[in-house]
């Protein structure tokens, strides 16, 4: 669980003057599920590919399963698969002519080549349109055979750019799905999106890019805890509303505010999961708790608010 | 300079063969080469052609009489005012290997195919070379069976069937028909790497056919005239003149295909340069050149040829290793 399978160290990819990636250091482990998030033209996409060898690092080093993509591009293609942000097939091929071509390149025997396509296929749900041609598919089914392309090379890291654009909820759902059996079959996983609900349902660790860096990294409660402070947000009722209540509330160890939202209700953002301290610390000041629920911390708001902070240093920076 | 040698020492470090999964690339390319109507279309209007000059040409030898190479002229008879099927194709074997080659690697980045393709475990050789070894057995496979089919209409419009050195000396013409399309499949991958837009690859060789079918020899004999003037009127002059003028003709891989295939349907030409009254001395005119003779005649030819298909291909080989992938 704790083998490196993916690491950079001062990666750097210049375009002339554009620095699209800067000075990246990462790491992944071996089946943990990572998502890149930042802004269009961040460089997520730029990293994707220098990991896989597909475009050469100006600068800084890249192991990936520990060997390095540019000199031993053959073991790294055939051990990593691929599902890129802008996905083609050859039209006028089937989808099982599509995946054959694919098995061929990687080598596969015949009889070994059909039966991972047969195993594909059934996973991803194309079993029946496998013999029709790409040109009569629909943008999910393109993306779900994109993805059986990437399985039967039965790979051991699946690097994904924007795996979920343009899919219906439901084909999204499915796909965050197979995501999940991947990961539970110590399949390491690399995810670049701007859906972060989705992000924030499969991914271990996240990781943001900002300008060709990434500027925060961990597990989203720990960039809930940088970006927003409190990370956990408990929404209590009570009967009567009291500042003394209120002040037994603030007082607590962990507790970062605490905010009336209504005429009942409070919003108490803590560091970590306090509910039964805050049921306790109520109780304790003559309350009586009507209701309590926690909020977990959300992607979307980490990203807002670390956008709008970034925007106020900018511009006191000017 | 130093970061050159880098680069040369890296590339040399690479792991595997250059060309593992090439052959993936070949069978794939060749299926779709051989089924795609566009060559479908070329297919159907060479054999159209081949039928009817061979035909015409069969009319016009049954009374020629006795020629003991009667079955080679059946590719270089023409009847006015059709070209002999050899001039057909001079220009249909280039608008064939265009037609094969002209959207090989934008196409791949059009259909977004490329990044997948590349992120499989082949090198960018193999992709490169396997398609333009895909586009030459395509073009060997269509031409030689236009070429049995030929054979076989000689057979029956003439009636006899060719001595073992015409079919030598027509197996020999094959293969420098293919060599012939070679120079134009590299030409249009090179194109195919260079532009975006398949249609401007297809324009772009089309202009540099046109160019030497058409402008080449007019602008060889200008340049010949400015740098090598008749002043006097000396025999010197005038062979330096020609020799200048033949040289720079030969530049234009049509001049080395007609050329080439000339000498090796008629065995009667015994030279393809300029040829001194002092140079004949001895031989006795119009005596048919033995096969062997005929293929030294042209071997500068035919390895002209191939260093230049050799050339081109490694220009775009360059060119396509250094392209950004992203589409
Ligand atoms: N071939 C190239 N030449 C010049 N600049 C490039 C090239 N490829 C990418 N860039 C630039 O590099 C930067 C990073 O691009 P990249 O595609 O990695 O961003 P991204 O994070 O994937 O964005 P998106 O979310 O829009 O996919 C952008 O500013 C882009 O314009
Ligand atoms: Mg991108």
Redesign the pocket.
């Known amino acids: 669980m704790d083998e490196i399978v993916l690491e950079t160290r001062g990666l750097t990819k210049r375009?002339?003057d554009?620095v699209?990636?800067d000075h990246l250091d990462l790491t992944v482990r071996r089946g943990e599920v990572f998502g890149l998030l930042?802004?269009?033209?961040?460089?997520?996409?730029?990293?994707i590919l220098m990991l896989l060898g597909l475009t050469e690092p100006t600068e800084g080093t890249v192991r990936v399963l520990g060997l390095d993509p540019v000199r031993q591009p053959l073991s790294v293609k055939a051990r990593v698969g691929y599902l890129p942000?802008q996905l083609g097939f050859y039209e006028n091929l089937t989808a099982r002519e599509n995946l054959i071509y694919t098995a061929k390149l990687n080598g596969l025997r015949r009889e070994e080549a059909y039966r991972r396509i047969d195993e594909a296929l059934e996973k991803i749900g194309l079993v029946e349109a496998a013999d029709k041609p790409v040109s009569t598919f629909s943008r999910g089914m393109r993306q779900r055979l994109g993805l059986a392309d990437v399985l039967i090379k039965k790979p051991e890291i699946i690097i994904m750019?924007?795996p979920t654009q343009g899919l219906d909820p439901g084909v999204a759902l499915e796909f965050l799905e197979i995501i999940r059996d991947l990961k539970a079959q110590e399949i390491t996983i690399l995810l670049?999106s701007?859906l972060l609900h989705q992000v924030q349902a499969v991914c271990d660790r996240v990781g943001l890019?900002h300008r060709?860096r990434m500027v925060l990294e961990g597990t989203v409660e720990e960039l809930a805890q940088q970006v927003l402070g409190g990370a956990y947000r408990i929404h209590i009722e009570v009967e009567k509303p009291h500042h003394v209540l209120e002040e037994a509330l603030r007082r607590l160890d962990g507790v970062v505010r605490v905010e009336r939202e209504d005429t009942r209700a409070y919003l108490v953002e803590a560091r970590r999961d306090m509910r039964a301290e805050v049921a306790r610390a109520v109780h304790e000041a003559g309350g009586a708790l009507l209701s309590l629920d926690m909020e977990l911390p959300s992607l979307d708001e980490v990203y807002a608010r670390y956008f709008e902070q970034q925007e106020v240093n900018d511009g006191s920076a000017e | 300079m130093a970061a050159r040698s880098e680069e040369m020492a890296r590339v040399s470090a690479r792991e595997g063969s250059p060309w593992t999964g090439m052959w993936a690339v070949v069978w794939k390319e060749m299926a779709d080469n051989l089924t795609s109507v566009r060559m479908s279309i070329l297919e159907t209007l060479t054999v159209l052609t081949a039928i009817g000059t061979v035909y015409s040409a069969a009319q016009n030898l049954r009374s020629s009489g006795r020629d003991p190479f009667l079955f080679l002229r059946l590719f270089t008879t023409g009847r006015e005012p059709l070209p002999a099927f050899v001039g057909f194709l001079g220009f249909l074997v280039p608008l064939i290997a265009i037609a094969l080659a002209f959207d090989a690697i934008n196409g791949e980045f059009n259909r977004r195919t490329i990044s997948r393709l590349l992120s499989q475990p082949i090198y960018r050789d193999a992709l490169l070379l396997g398609k333009f070894l895909a586009g030459l057995f395509t073009l060997a496979l269509v031409l030689s069976t236009i070429w049995l089919i030929i054979v076989g209409l000689g057979i029956v419009t003439l009636g006899v069937p060719p001595s073992g050195e015409e079919v030598a000396r027509l197996l020999w013409f094959l293969l420098v028909v293919i060599f012939y399309g070679g120079i134009w499949l590299s030409v249009a991958t090179l194109f195919s790497i260079l532009f975006r837009q398949p249609a401007t690859a297809a324009l772009a060789s089309i202009a540099v056919w046109l160019f030497f079918a058409i402008f080449w020899g007019m602008i060889a004999d200008l340049l010949t005239q400015v740098l090598a003037p008749v002043r006097v009127g000396y025999l010197e002059e005038i062979v330096r003149q020609v020799r200048l003028n033949l040289a720079l003709s030969r530049i234009s891989p049509n001049t080395l295909y007609v050329d080439a295939v000339l000498a090796l349907l008629n065995p009667n030409i015994r030279s393809l340069g300029l040829v001194l009254p002092v140079q004949l001395e001895g031989a006795i005119l119009g005596t048919p050149l033995p096969l062997d003779q005929s293929v030294l005649l042209i071997w500068p030819h035919i390895t002209g040829l191939i260093a230049a298909t050799i050339l081109i291909f490694a220009l775009g080989y360059v060119l396509f290793q250094r392209r950004?992938i992203?589409a």
């Open positions: 375009y002339g554009l699209a990636v930042g802004p269009n033209g961040a460089g997520k996409t730029t990293t942000e750019d924007e670049s701007h890019f060709g | 950004e992203r």
